[in-house]
């Protein structure tokens, strides 16, 4: 320690003496660190003996702890905290009187090709304690009337987009705000979930509750502008051996003060770290049940099952089984996504799935549902994405005594199924089950569609069971780029395509074909997907016969949004359609996705 500094501490420079600051101006202080952007504007430069008080210590994960300046500068734009990474448990403690010298470094969470923004923060440290048991700066409030209602400039075109080297207005936008209090000790008080307890101790909540709310607690992502600026992540510093994190589900409340240093992570980004938790009130959120289909109806449904193979415990089986005779009701056809083969994940080149349907439609009939029947294709090995190994496709399942299957032979993985007009003018598949254009590259390491033929009182129904391209290589809401960029979009736009071009062969023939469209398409109901799924007006999403604030199938960083969807050719006029709220909202996972149900009369 500098003999200046020493002089300047005694004389009581961190309790905010005038004096003091005048006996050492030129000291470098956090806010010179964090400045008025980004990126800090001494990034790569050695800084040494900053004042500060510990505001948080993480003794796990990216080890380390926060400090701050209780001497604020007077500038929105400039936070008073910083993060240092000691990269082994510090030997620090809240409320330690600090002075810190090392790196001062921009460190993106995911790397540079994520997109993510940068935590500043200080590396390679040399700590010095003056003194302990020192009150914690006052944390600054996070609420529904601090955040703004606008949530990030435009970046700039200069800067391929970049918001980085743009000046803060925390009044102006949400991102803007939250980066101004980078590391700062922050609090927010009680808080509705929006994103439940996960199984990496975090849960989000909203500070905003009005916010595109739902009936249901959630917060409801309905555009491209609505990304919810009331959305944070909250985690605890508690390591979870001295303390469980809290099980909560959407809607329930986590009560009281929740206080902590802002810190900026990979899966997620801004993010209250939790030095003091606040306790979470059950609300009592209760799994929907989707009303039976009546006697003339057909019923067909669409459910994830999240990479389901006969390794998978048997209570994972049962509870998807009775998920789909007491949610949703036994429906008649059942398109099943992430069925894996028969050994799960297990490289060896198993392509068959016949051991996984077994295991469930077994699991389903001891539920008290119907005996069904399956039907699909197997694919090749490692060549439609997902776990390697493990060989998702695309399942019909379907109850004989409700519905019949078509069954025309010849389909296989490389084998593309057709359009023909058959009997009394009416549209029918060349092969059934088969797979729509599987040599198509907008198929590459991706599902290819299942089309499968049925009969539902002596009149075909067509359905195409899909599961597209993920969102993986996507940039985050949180990106530095603004807009984000969303690259995946260009494959399912030219998946979308190739259904759509297929759907309207059926139409061609017939168009009073009832085409039914269905399956994890991995895209939102607004998205340019959708658009080319419905180009020429061929299918129409039918999650958009709800309510806006109840379409949603899936729940990501507190955004109860749309990704599991069916469409309906024009033939299907009148229908009724539930989005079955049974996973995506609940601490407790069967699968990560709500299945969806639509009934009409063919």
Partial sequence: MSAAVAAALAAGLLAGSA??????????????????????????????DVPGIVTGVRTYGSKGFWFQDPQADGDAATSEGVFVFTGSA?????????????????????????GNQSLTEITKPTVSVVSSGNEVPEPVTVSAWSVPSEYAPQGDPAAAGSINGLALEPREYALDFYESLEGSNVTIGTSRVVGATDPYAELWVTVK???????????????????????LQIQSLTPLAEQPFPKANVGDVLAGTTEGPLDFNQFGGYTLTARTLGTVHDRGLERERTRPQRSGELAVATYNVENLDPSDPQEKFDALA??????LASPDILALEEIQDDNGAKNDGTV????????????????????YEARSVDPQNNKDGGEPGGNIRQVFL??????????????????????VRGERGRAALTLSPGRIDPANTAWDN????????????????????????????????VSHHQPPNRSSEAKRLQQAQAVNTFVKELLKADRRADVVVLGDI??????????????????????????????????????????????TSPSIRDFTYDSVHINAEFSDQNSDHDPQVLRFRP
Avoid: C, M
Avoid at 216 to 222: A, N, P, S
Avoid at 404 to 410: I, L
Avoid at 541 to 567: F, T
């Fill in 352 to 371: 068959g799935s016949g051991q996984t349907v077994k295991k469930f439609t077994d699991a389903i009939a001891a539920a008290g549902g119907p005996a």
């Fill in 90 to 114: 510090p030997t620090v403690a809240v409320g330690d009187q600090v002075l810190v010298s090392g790196t001062v470094t921009e460190y993106v969470p995911g790397g540079t090709s994520s």
């Fill in 522 to 567: 991995n895209d939102f109901e607004f998205s340019q997907t959708t658009k080319a799924l419905t180009d020429g007006k061929a299918l129409y999403p039918a999650v958009k016969s709800l309510p806006r604030s109840e379409r949603y199938s899936y729940v990501y960083q507190g955004n109860s949004q749309v990704l599991d969807q069916i469409l």
């Fill in 322 to 327: 009775k998920a789909v005779v007491e949610n």
């Fill in 209 to 231: 509750p009005w916010e595109n709310d739902n009936r249901r607690g959630g917060t409801v992502y309905g555009s491209y502008e609505s990304q919810n600026t009331g959305r």
């Fill in 446 to 477: 991706s599902r290819k569609p299942l089309a499968g033929e049925f009969s539902f009182r002596g009149k075909p129904v067509f359905v195409i069971a899909n599961h597209f391209g993920s969102k993986g290589g996507d940039e985050s809401l």
């Fill in 19 to 48: 004096d003091a600051s005048a006996a050492d101006a030129s000291q470098v202080r956090i806010h010179d660190i964090q400045g008025n952007t980004r990126v800090s504007p001494l990034v790569g430069q050695q800084v040494a």
């Fill in 398 to 419: 379907f109850n004989p005594e409700r519905v019949s299957f078509t069954d025309r032979a010849g389909g296989d993985a490389t084998t593309p199924t057709g359009v």
